[in-house]
């Protein structure tokens, strides 16, 4: 089985790394600014898809319409790449956003659970991290507000009860808030929360929660930390206006953790393949192809 790796950041080398220690051969383009990766072999984008059997992505694939490649010396445009590509077997994160420039139907591991469960983890640990780090207080005996109880918001949670601190969830399912009071958490859904209670505020929705008018009940040294993707769930320029600490944390598992986001890749991938393969290992291939069957 052959690999081209092409795009994306420190996470993806790992990914490389864990493919090879099993045996994989792997090709990885994309990232001209590293003069050498170990036993990887760093390749142009030709090169790579020469001989591959398979091309990953990365988790999040696409810069409008170039390739997600912060280590590339050029852009790579998506479409030139879906066009070299062809036939050959895609994995890409957030499918959706590169299908329309490949042949073949792209297959997206970041949407399965046994990706964004434990990425999840990862997000979670990566958030502790930050508040220890940026945070001028302490988690301990701090009232901690988080809004949205999905997978990174009952790990995070979790984490930070087990940390000392006192945890509230403010969530708009009543099945979520349920699990947060079986959690061991507080519960609270109302507009009118009193949002000055909490030192530490961190959100997990995808949505714009924390505007103009919550910053304003907020306590006067309140710590932001967002977790939600682009565009994020807080207002940061009013925050700034109204001096609150706000900070935008994206892709936390990459700057944190990404040899073990690296893993998690690389075995959701390969769960893939073997259930595409009807059960079997990695190993059926059909005319030098990965035999996917779909």
Sequence with gaps: MRIA????????????REFIRGGIQVCAAGFDTLVSDGDIRLTTVAESLADADTVILPIR??????????FAAREIPLQALGEITGSIPVFSGNAEAVSAYFTTPVRDYAAREDFLIPNAALTAEGAVGLIVQEYEGAI???QILVLGYGRIGRILARYLRSLGAQVTVAARRASARSWAVCDG????YNSNLELKYFPIII???PAPVIGDSELRRMHSECFIVDLASMPGGADRKAAQAMDITCIHALALPGRTAPAAAGRIIKDTILQMIKEENGGKDNSGLCNDR?????
């Design 5 to 16: 790796i092409i795009g994306g950041d420190k996470r993806m080398l790992f990914a490389a």
């Design 61 to 70: 694939p696409a810069a409008g319409e170039m390739l997600n490649a912060p």
């Design 140 to 142: 301990f005996g701090a």
């Design 185 to 188: 958490m507080s519960d609270y």
């Design 203 to 205: 959100n997990t929705v």
């Design 290 to 294: 990965l035999l996917l069957h779909l």
